[in-house]
Nanobody, 119 residues
Framework: QVQVAESGGGLVQAGGSLRLSCTAS????????TDWYRQPPGKQREWVAG???SGVTSVTGRFTVSRDKAKNAVNLEIDSLKPEDTGVYYCNIRGLRNIRGTLIQFDIWGQGTLVTVSS
């Protein structure tokens, strides 16, 4: 079974930076794509940034997604934080698991990590 966990959320001041981490654990799997989403209070979940499994770094405006091979993690760095960046940030991983020689697709979400940006 593949599991995903986010970490790094917290209370930060506007204008600062924050790095979130998404770690996948399990056995016999490969990642096709990792995406970060967020859900602001009272709003729907929205896509923030993402990167294919073979990627190293991807930049979307103030959001940088990067791979940490040593920790088997995909990080999301947010620069110039704004109060409207407040929300729960989720990591979504899509890939393939090898189950007794058969490749099975998976699409897994983490539990989310809360980011609160104060003005």
């Amino acid at each position: 079974q593949v599991q995903v966990a986010e970490s790094g959320g917290g209370l930060v001041q506007a204008g600062g930076s924050l790095r979130l981490s998404c770690t996948a654990s399990g056995s016999s799997f490969s990642v096709d794509h990792t995406d970060w989403y967020r859900q602001p209070p009272g709003k729907q979940r929205e896509w923030v940034a993402g990167m294919p499994g073979s990627g190293v770094t991807s930049v979307t405006g103030r959001f940088t997604v990067s791979r940490d091979k040593a920790k088997n993690a995909v990080n999301l760095e947010i620069d110039s934080l704004k109060p409207e960046d407040t929300g729960v940030y989720y990591c979504n991983i899509r890939g393939l698991r090898n189950i007794r020689g058969t490749l099975i697709q998976f699409d897994i979400w983490g539990q989310g990590t809360l980011v609160t940006v104060s003005s």
